[in-house]
C-alpha cells in the first residue's frame, strides 16, 4: 500500500540572495528554499542499480511484516567548499538508509550517493558555491521507503576563487587637498566597484578633496577622475562615478543585505599604505559595536552597528569590500586595526540600499 504524502519541511537560515532561486548567506550556513515531496506514481524513487542488489543479500530471511520509515528529520551539521554533512533522526523499521543528491529540488534527478546503517553522512565530493538538494529514505528487507524530506544547501566559495574574480573590481582612490594637486598632501584610500560601474568607498578618503579625485584598478598606473555621487557622513560612505573616459569592464562585487553573524569567516581586498593589492582572511568578531573615529574628513564621529574583524587592516584599507564565503561584501571597510587589538571595523553593505544599490 502506498504511504499517504508527508510535507515537507526545511531547516533554513537568513539567507541573501544570489540569483540563482535561492535566497543567499547571511553568511552562514546557507540553507536555500522550502520543498514538498509527495510519493506518486509519476514522480518515484530514482531507480539505482546497487539497491536490489544490496538488498538482495537478505532475501532469504523472513521479510519484515512492518515497511521502513524514512527520516523525518534531516539536518545539515556543517558545510564548506567541498564537503557536508547530514544527520538525521533514524526511523522506524529501517535497517539502512539511501541518500540522495541533485542539483535541483527534482527528486527524479537525483543520484544515490550513499547507503548506509548509520544516521549521518558525510559528502567529500562537492563543488563550491553550488546549491545541493538531499533526500534520505529508510529501507529494509521490505522495500525502500519514499523520501520523506528534502534539505538544501550552498557550499562555500574559496578564498582563491573570490580573489581572482574580483581583483580587477577592488581599485586604489586618491584625493588630493590643495589646489596644485600632486605638489599637494593627499589622503589615499580604497574602493570596490558594484552594479551600474559606481564604486564605493569611505566618505572620510573624499572629504577634504579640492583638486581631484583619481581611480586606479588593478594595481594599474593609468589614473580615472572620478565625481562624487552620493555621500553618507553619518556612516561614512560614499559613492563615486568615473567621468571623462570609459573605465575598465571588470566584474561588479554583489553586496549582501543581511549581516554575518560572530564567527562567520571574512576576507578583506584593498590597497593597504599604498602598496599593492592584498588580502586577508579572518572572522567577525561583532557586528554591534560602537567606534568613535576622527581624523581624516571626520571629527569625533560615533559610528554605530559596525562589523568588528580580526581580519588585519591597515591605513589604505579604508573603502575596501569586507567579503563573506559567497563572494558578496557584508561590509565596506572603515577603520585599521589599532593599539594592537587586531580588531578593525566594517560600515554594513545593507546601507548602500539607501542609493538603491544593492
Known amino acids: 500500500m502506498?504511504?499517504?504524502?508527508?510535507?515537507?519541511?526545511?531547516?533554513?537560515?537568513?539567507?541573501?540572495?544570489?540569483?540563482?532561486?535561492?535566497?543567499?548567506?547571511?553568511?552562514?550556513?546557507?540553507?536555500?528554499?522550502?520543498?514538498?515531496?509527495?510519493?506518486?506514481?509519476?514522480?518515484?524513487?530514482?531507480?539505482?542499480?546497487?539497491?536490489?542488489?544490496?538488498?538482495?543479500?537478505?532475501?532469504?530471511?523472513?521479510?519484515?511484516?512492518?515497511?521502513?520509515?524514512?527520516?523525518?528529520?534531516?539536518?545539515?551539521?556543517?558545510?564548506?567548499?567541498?564537503?557536508?554533512?547530514?544527520?538525521?533522526?533514524?526511523?522506524?523499521?529501517?535497517?539502512?538508509?539511501?541518500?540522495?543528491?541533485?542539483?535541483?529540488?527534482?527528486?527524479?534527478?537525483?543520484?544515490?550517493?550513499?547507503?548506509?546503517?548509520?544516521?549521518?553522512?558525510?559528502?567529500?565530493?562537492?563543488?563550491?558555491?553550488?546549491?545541493?538538494?538531499?533526500?534520505?529514505?529508510?529501507?529494509?528487507?521490505?522495500?525502500?521507503?519514499?523520501?520523506?524530506?528534502?534539505v538544501s544547501f550552498q557550499t562555500y566559495d574559496r578564498w582563491s576563487n573570490i580573489r581572482q574574480k574580483y581583483a580587477r573590481s577592488v581599485v586604489k582612490v586618491l584625493t588630493y587637498d590643495t589646489i596644485w594637486g600632486v605638489f599637494g598632501s593627499g589622503t589615499v584610500g580604497s574602493g570596490f566597484v558594484v552594479q551600474g560601474g559606481y564604486i564605493v568607498t569611505n566618505y572620510h578618503i573624499i572629504d577634504r578633496w579640492n583638486w581631484a579625485i583619481d581611480v586606479f584598478y588593478a594595481n594599474g598606473t593609468k589614473k580615472y577622475h572620478a565625481r562624487i555621487v552620493h555621500v553618507d557622513k553619518a556612516h561614512d560612505l560614499a559613492v563615486l562615478q568615473i567621468v571623462g573616459a570609459t573605465p575598465p569592464n571588470v566584474p561588479p562585487v554583489p553586496l549582501c543585505d543581511a549581516l554575518p553573524q560572530k564567527g562567520n569567516n571574512v576576507a578583506v581586498m584593498g590597497y593597504p599604505a599604498n602598496r599593492p593589492l592584498a588580502f586577508t582572511t579572518g572572522t567577525v568578531n561583532d557586528v554591534h559595536s560602537t567606534v568613535n573615529v576622527s581624523g581624516d574628513g571626520l571629527s569625533n564621529v560615533t559610528l554605530s552597528n559596525l562589523i568588528a574583524t580580526n581580519a588585519r587592516s591597515v591605513k589604505g584599507n579604508s573603502g575596501s569590500p569586507l567579503f563573506n564565503r559567497y563572494g558578496q561584501a557584508v561590509g565596506v571597510m572603515e577603520s585599521e586595526s589599532v593599539n594592537g587589538s587586531h580588531i578593525a571595523y566594517a560600515v554594513p553593505a545593507s546601507l548602500l540600499a539607501q542609493w538603491g544599490i544593492q
Open 2 to 150: 502506498k504511504r499517504p504524502p508527508v510535507a515537507v519541511l526545511l531547516i533554513a537560515t537568513a539567507v541573501c540572495s544570489l540569483g540563482i532561486g535561492a535566497a543567499i548567506p547571511s553568511l552562514t550556513h546557507r540553507l536555500v528554499s522550502t520543498h514538498t515531496f509527495a510519493a506518486s506514481a509519476s514522480v518515484g524513487v530514482p531507480a539505482t542499480g546497487n539497491t536490489s542488489q544490496a538488498l538482495a543479500s537478505g532475501s532469504s530471511l523472513k521479510k519484515p511484516t512492518t515497511p521502513a520509515a524514512s527520516p523525518l528529520s534531516v539536518i545539515v551539521a556543517s558545510f564548506g567548499s567541498s564537503d557536508a554533512t547530514l544527520s538525521w533522526i533514524p526511523s522506524s523499521h529501517a535497517t539502512q538508509y539511501l541518500v540522495y543528491r541533485g542539483t535541483s529540488p527534482n527528486l527524479a534527478n537525483a543520484q544515490v550517493v550513499a547507503q548506509t546503517s548509520s544516521n549521518r553522512f558525510d559528502d567529500t565530493n562537492l563543488q563550491p558555491n553550488t546549491v545541493y538538494y538531499y533526500w534520505v529514505a529508510g529501507s529494509n528487507q521490505a522495500g525502500v521507503a519514499s523520501p520523506s524530506r528534502c
